[in-house]
């Protein structure tokens, strides 16, 4: 089957250098079945936009260039400037890889690290909520756990596409569609489904209820503090949702797994702790420090499908 011929496109602008393979390796790796998917060298993506649900299409880019070209394959072509707008976000175009490497570098462990793969990005969420969502559904699992558990909520709550477009199929649902959750049919530890609806219902009463991007200062810290007061909401799942849905740039997840066993492996920690401290060197863009930290070990993260 040929490749679907975009409704509108357009090339989106970034100051070189991008890490493509750990970018779009991360969110292709992670795509939840249904809402997105790695297909025909390109990562696809419904969203909602101000005239409809859309499908946009991204291309990595090709060798020497600093454009990534958004194709909407689905929807109201007069929407391609919000599409454009929400997918500068995903993909972190706007960062100054020059000023983010320029901290890290100037760490004599890390350095090795960014002359290696300069210009990581930090992939972002489209949504805050749905970020924080897809956290808490992937607490303590595998990211193939985690994308199928994501996916039987999309298929259960999520609306339908008009049609099928490369494999994507439904929107994520939004907090009030998840209202409609119960834990019958949740498959996850009793723990877990109380922290998913105590979550659902906050979200349905305007938790993180933020435009897609980065807000204020003020409004971030309130939306984060509310956020942890949930029960079942720790350190590794609010740091994921401020700096993946919130744009907390130095947003960190010292507990993570991948990211210990990097430290460890680099000789800068033993532990969470000792992790946390040695990170107050990379203020303030310690959410780009973990990019290298996860880029450490092999993982699909790390790499394009088929690469």
């Known amino acids: 089957m040929s490749a679907p011929h ?22 292709a790796a992670t ?11 390109a990562l696809h993506r419904a969203l909602g936009l101000p ?3 859309a499908v946009v299409r991204v291309t990595p880019p090709a060798d020497g260039a600093a454009v990534v070209v958004l194709d909407l394959l689905a929807g109201d072509p007069g929407d391609l400037d919000a599409a454009a707008a929400a997918v500068r976000w995903w993909l972190d175009l706007d960062a100054d890889p020059t000023a983010v490497d320029a901290v890290l570098g100037g760490d004599p462990d890390l350095a090795p690290l960014v002359r290696a793969a300069p210009g990581r990005r930090v992939p972002r969420s489209v949504s805050a909520a749905e970020q ?27 609306s339908p596409l008009p049609r099928p477009v490369a494999g994507v199929t439904h929107l994520f649902p939004t907090p009030g569609q998840l209202a409609a959750v119960t834990a019958a049919e949740l498959a ?21 209820d933020v435009p897609p991007g980065r807000p204020d200062a003020r409004a971030r810290t309130e939306h984060l503090t509310a956020l942890r007061a949930l029960p079942g909401v720790g350190p590794w799942t609010a740091s994921t949702v401020a700096l993946r849905g919130l744009g907390d740039d130095d947003a960190f997840l010292p507990g993570d ?3 210990l066993v990097a430290a460890r492996t680099l000789g800068l920690a ?7 401290r040695r990170s107050t060197a990379w203020s303030p863009v310690r959410g780009y420090a973990l990019q290298h930290l996860w880029g450490v070990l092999p993982h699909a993260l790390n790499a394009l499908p088929g690469g």
């Open 132 to 158: 924080a969502v897809r956290a808490v559904l992937g607490q303590q699992v595998s990211t193939a756990a985690a994308r199928t558990h994501t996916a039987r909520l999309v298929a259960a709550h999520g």
């Open 257 to 259: 797994l991948g990211a």
């Open 188 to 208: 996850l530890p009793r723990t877990r489904q109380r922290t998913l609806l105590g979550l659902v219902a906050a979200l349905r009463d305007g938790l993180l």
């Open 31 to 41: 795509a939840v079945p249904g809402v997105e998917g790695w297909r025909d060298g």
């Open 51 to 53: 005239h409809g649900p």
């Open 270 to 276: 033993e532990d969470a702790r000792g992790l946390e």
């Open 6 to 27: 975009p409704l509108a496109s357009v090339a989106l602008p970034f100051t070189p250098p991008l890490h493509v393979d750990q970018l779009l390796g991360h969110l």
